[in-house]
């Protein structure tokens, strides 16, 4: 006889914290591993990690990074943010790859966006690489529109760009 099901969430308030908070350096380590185990999807076409501790570094100083925290002390999530006069931007969202299809992202780009609002952007900027084809229509779900694109500046095994996408803010 086979075992009953468990009722017990895979994702669960003892498993994920209940809010995001800013990164802090000592974080910087676990933000490492947590990005490039999430972006490790992009092999087909990179042949390098996402990111590492000085690019991290570098991009918090001109912006934030904002972490979901799990139990065991690693991450469940993060995402970047950065604003420039009334418009924010936000990248490298990441989610831990077992707990995708959770949430957790789409929870992510709304902290990400409320916090953009608060500090008075009227715009929500993202760019995602064409060859992600599953990204555009997640996106766009979530009210982003494509408005153009720009070069891939980085060297890749296949001919690619970004997808530069927009969203205006509810104040």
Not at 27 to 48: C, G, H, K, S
Not at 111 to 136: F, H, K, P, S, Y
Request: include cysteine.
């Amino acid at each position: 006889m086979l075992p009953a099901p468990s009722l017990e969430p895979v994702v669960s308030s003892r498993t994920i914290a209940t809010s995001v908070r800013p990164a802090v350096p000592s974080d910087f380590p676990a933000l490492v591993r947590l990005i490039n185990e999430a972006y490790e999807i992009e092999r087909f076409f990179v042949d390098r990690d996402r990111t590492d501790v000085d690019e991290v570094a570098e991009m918090a100083e001109k912006g934030h990074f904002l972490v979901l925290d799990r139990a065991g002390g690693t991450l469940a999530g993060a995402v970047y943010v950065k604003i420039a006069d009334e418009r924010g931007y936000f990248g490298m969202l990441s989610v831990a790859p077992d707990l995708r299809g959770h949430g957790l992202g789409k929870r992510l780009v709304g902290v990400a966006e409320a916090l953009c609002t608060a500090l008075g952007c009227t715009v929500m900027d993202l760019q995602i690489v064409n060859l992600r084809e599953e990204l555009g229509p997640w996106y766009r779900s979530l009210g982003y529109q494509e408005i153009g694109t720009s070069p891939y500046e980085h060297a890749s095994k296949v001919p690619c760009h970004f997808i530069k996408m927009s969203k205006e803010l509810e104040p």
